[in-house]
Nanobody, 126 residues
Framework: QVQVVESGGGLVQARGSLRLSCTAS????????MGWFRQAPGKEREGVAC????????YYAESVKGRFTVSRDNAKKLLYMQMDNLETEDKAMYYC???????????????????WGQGTQVTVSS
């Protein structure tokens, strides 16, 4: 059974940093594309950063380019997202997602993923 569990959220001041982690279990992590998504109150869930099975093709939403870094450790079955220079607009529930896909491309829309965690809250104060 595919399971992903997020951790690392919290309250941080604007321009601060947080690192989110996603722990995977129940599947061959190496065969899955992974992604970070977020949903703010009243808004649709959106792709923030995704990464292909080998970790060689990260994708970033325009709003986080240059500030967020996604990475994965296939041996430890962990997905990370380092978030620097956080803005108040980054406040949202952040979700880890997984999808079995070994591809030369990286996909990062909600429709591309079928396995989701429960989310971790990120709050950025001004």
């Amino acid at each position: 059974q595919v399971q992903v569990v997020e951790s690392g959220g919290g309250l941080v001041q604007a321009r601060g940093s947080l690192r989110l982690s996603c722990t995977a279990s129940g599947f061959n992590f190496y065969d899955f594309a992974m992604g970070w998504f977020r949903q703010a109150p009243g808004k649709e869930r959106e792709g923030v950063a995704c990464i292909n099975w080998s970790g060689t093709l990260p994708y970033y939403a325009e709003s986080v380019k240059g500030r967020f870094t996604v990475s994965r450790d296939n041996a430890k079955k962990l997905l990370y997202m380092q978030m620097d220079n956080l803005e108040t607009e980054d406040k949202a529930m952040y979700y880890c997602a997984a999808e079995p896909l070994v591809s030369s491309a990286t996909y990062c829309t909600v429709a591309d993923y079928n396995h989701w965690g429960q989310g971790t809250q990120v709050t950025v104060s001004s």
